[in-house]
């Protein structure tokens, strides 16, 4: 029996809005998941906007919108945590279930919130609040619930990766990529919770607690930032093997003060901020520009990674959104958590067809052998010019045989059954010796 | 009101064991996370076995485990595709829900099976049948919920890349390597499953699946080992900066054969499995040895990486036991899903005390300036010796200024109360001439 969920959005800055741009864009899948419906009915704006579906009332009054009947589910998207607090509380307290990004509110509130919460039986979702659209809550909470986590650390601030991505890549200073960061408005113009580390404390305080199960705990988050990192630092480090990047750590210490300890015995647990030397080699050093990444070391999972977008609309609404279907399960599922079998409801998959081999689309590496004869090469490129092939690289080897020569073509993306016929047409000529080798390449973007 | 779930494990292999090992370790965690407690019942296996817990029950009938009252959750990790559908099927039929780490046996036979479980209303999960430890059925089926997957690319072979990774690294031939692979248990006598890419294409159709929300179609993946790439591609790819790996590829494709098309309407899907040259400095080319990785590209959220264990006892374990906890939550939770806020029971927050900056344990990177006298090096060893510091690497840099030497050093793990009193007694020589740069470092290992 499908059933219409009320959402209320509170805040249409930047995450409010591409929450509403994902729920335009991505309605019909979200219900083919779900098997419900989704239904905005109401925004928390201090400006009325004209762009917005007139079926949606747009009201300033967040806390007439926290207690309204027709709202299921209340999105604080305002940040901050005076009136972020206050509506969450109030919307807590007249039973709706909470979806926030608010990191610094939670970090620093959040025992009492979720303490409100568990009385009034409703949930406070919080996926976007750490590491963006990376689901690094649902991974702790329920992936790897199993697992005794030992350790985990993270890129959790993209503003500092940007910075020293920057400094790296392109030897600039700190303060000269920190003014091209306010600029293109990665940082704020008073950018000290992201360089100070406090963005990333908050993070790092939420994340400690669901890895480890201990209250939230930000005002013992020791936290260092990245303001002292100097060009020449990055430099050294580089030349021995590391990187500095501007990781969070929470690590679960064992017997007291020596590291050396191979006891069990939990005494202790380290949380804190800081520049960290990696090893170069590691896929956490090649995290770069305003990317997220968080590592954790688990048992007996071991070493897991998980990466993306840490901030903007988009990948934000996708987390935000993730819980709205979470909370959909707990408003409708009489009988436990049901996710259906194959994601999507079963009357709601599609008989999209599987394309044969010939019409996959892809990048080409072909590996020719010739005859070292002149003209082979304007012969082979005009013959893939003809199919509609485009050459992205020419790769010509010294011969290896006597007079035999490879030749090596990368091509941009073509139908497979075009490259089939080019390929004929190639090994046909007399120059060419064997069979062309083809293996295909994807650029990944 | 806490309950005792009731598990069986079918099938005592290396995942059989894993679960078993998993029990031991972490059963307070796994209560402490979700408030109820979980024993074993029964086990099924042909041979007894004298090191298991004697409460638990031995037999070799399991048609009759899968029907058993003293049974809530069936957990399959036999593998094959007979026997393992038969317990399957049964067990539906007989109301228990089932964990499987069966990839093959899903890819097959999925669509049947499902189907079946709906009917009966149980869950037959498998966050284990792909990709090991990594948790990508829940990401898909759950955390990007809100977006619409464009493509996902992963290697999701262990013993594939394993090879790819040495021919790279290593010069070595694709045989060669195989022979290594086989000699460490990676690859099985008879490598076909992996090397023909069999085994990641009945992964990738069930990734398909859940990403695009269309049947399981195994049948129609395109599926292309890696038996015959040679060396001489490898270094060839390497100099044109991309590397071949070997990946599955589910790809939605708009509007018919026209790659340029920027219309929305989906005309078909591309499953393939097959070698690829990626670039280099993508974090998937970076995936090396047995490691698995899969990433995603979906609307809004972009590009998102999820790395680990595709294989062995501790990961696949934590797969099977995650499938586990969701299920307790079905049994025992009436009104949805519910996941506790800070993932661990509020009753059951542990008060381990955050450590004080001091008592940290961290390797540091210091930089000190000295005046070029002979000696200085000599005394600052012997003060980090003093204080039980040990050097990893030592890095003396030319003079920037006049008389003025940048020495580097990187130190092992150390308490940072006894780092403070060693960066003091440095700062007192007279031939420091100003403040001990100090890092931390870690080796993430």
Partial sequence: MSKSIKLAIL????????????????LSELKRRSGHDIVITQVGTRRQRDDIDPSIKQQSDLMAIAQSDDVDIIVEVIGGQTVAKEVIIHAIKNGKHVVTANKALLAEHGNEIF??????????????????GIPIIKVLREALAANKVDWLTGIINGTGNFIMSEMRDKGRTFEDVLAEAQALGYAEAD????????????????????AFGIPLQFDKVYCEGITAITLQDVTYAEELGYRIKHLGFAVRRYDGQDPQSVSKKVTGIELRVHPTLIPQDKLLANVNGVKNAVLVNSH?????????????AGATASAVMADVMDLIRVLTVKNGHHVPHLAFMPNQLSDTPILPAEQMVTGYYLRLQATDTPGVLADVTRILSDAGINIDAILQKPAHQKGQVPIII????????QMNVAIKKIEALQAITSDVVRIRLNELD
Same sequence: chains 1, 2.
């Fill in 410 to 417: 990368l091509t941009l993306p073509v139908i497979e059954s």
């Fill in 115 to 132: 303490d409100l919460a568990d009385k009034h039986n409703v949930h406070v979702a919080y996926e976007a609040a750490v590491a963006g």
């Fill in 191 to 210: 950018p000290t919770f992201d360089v100070e580390g406090i963005d990333a404390a908050h993070k790092l305080a939420l994340l400690a607690s669901i």
């Fill in 11 to 26: 805040g249409l800055g930047t995450v409010g809005t591409g929450v509403l741009d994902l729920l335009q864009d991505n």
């Fill in 300 to 312: 007996p999972l071991g070493q897991t990674l998980y990466y993306g977008d840490g901030a903007g």
